[in-house]
């Protein structure tokens, strides 16, 4: 059987970003199931499956627009120190949640720490970034 829209699988894969570091990876003694066509997964990675086989290995690439999409310079923002919560003492590179205006719950990173405020990235980490992907289709089946 092949992967199709809908097939339920268990794959084994290794992630790595554009400089080899590794992202992600699953072991194949404990491969994870997913559903395709549920959004579990990057556009491109899903799309990539599409016709394996249980005991097929792939590897590609997914392209930054099919993975987590190009870097947007305008989510890196300045953000009044007196917006975050005072006990919190921001540092660079730190990771910080916050909301947006609409009440979503969004990570930032830190980009610069400055007096009065801090410029944040709101862009995800891997924006920008194609991805290198070896798969091993484990099993595939239809959904139940």
Known sequence: ???TKNSVIKIGYVMHDAQ???VDE???NDPIELYCGAGQL???FERALMGLRAGDRKTFTVQAQDAYGERNEDLVKRIARSA???QVEVRKEMRF???SP???ELV???VEVLPDAVIADFNHPLAGQPLQCVVDVVEVKNPT
Request: one cysteine or more; charged letters at 15%; hydrophobic letters at 40%.
């Open 108 to 110: 930032c990173r830190i």
């Open 1 to 3: 059987m092949r992967i």
């Open 84 to 86: 975050l919560p005072i």
């Open 102 to 104: 609409e009440g979503v």
């Open 42 to 44: 990057v556009p491109g």
């Open 97 to 99: 949640p916050m909301r």
């Open 20 to 22: 080899g570091t590794l």
């Open 26 to 28: 699953t072991s194949m």
